[in-house]
């Protein structure tokens, strides 16, 4: 599986971005996703993960009602839309994959997943 991530960008705070993370192969549909991101000299953290079928999500604590995920097996695509953006939110960001045998799995550990993008940078200006 190859991932390719795009819509990343220079946005001020306040303002609004959607990530796109779009996904090679047939069997999209059964593979678990997540976004994840990484600011400088920190850890990367899962901030949102989605089943295979789109119906359970993940978000992390404090981004909840914030960001939101989804996805679009038909498209081979999954999204993060991002609203209410602030600085601390600058970071690279990264989709990844995991096949998954059950269809409500989430996954938020990052060594579970086995395929990654190549991350999209956002940066948040005050």
């Known amino acids: 599986v190859q991932l390719v991530e795009s819509g990343g960008g220079l946005v001020q705070a306040g303002g609004s971005l959607r990530l796109s993370c779009a996904a090679s192969?047939?069997?999209?549909?059964?593979?678990?996703m997540g976004w994840f991101r990484q600011a400088p000299g920190k850890e990367r953290e899962c901030v949102a993960a989605?089943?295979?079928?789109?119906?359970?999500?993940y978000y992390a604590d404090s981004l909840k009602g914030q960001f939101t995920i989804s996805r679009d097996n038909a498209k081979n695509t999954v999204y993060l839309q991002m609203n209410s953006l602030k600085p601390e939110d600058t970071a690279v960001y990264f989709c990844?994959?995991?096949?998954?045998?059950?269809?409500?799995?989430?996954?938020?550990?990052?060594?579970?997943?086995?395929?990654w993008g190549q991350g999209t940078q956002v940066t948040v200006s005050s």
């Open positions: 990844a994959a995991r096949f998954a045998i059950y269809s409500n799995t989430v996954v938020t550990n990052t060594k579970e997943y086995s395929y």
């Open positions: 989605i089943s295979t079928s789109g119906g359970r999500t």
């Open positions: 192969g047939r069997t999209f549909s059964s593979y678990a």
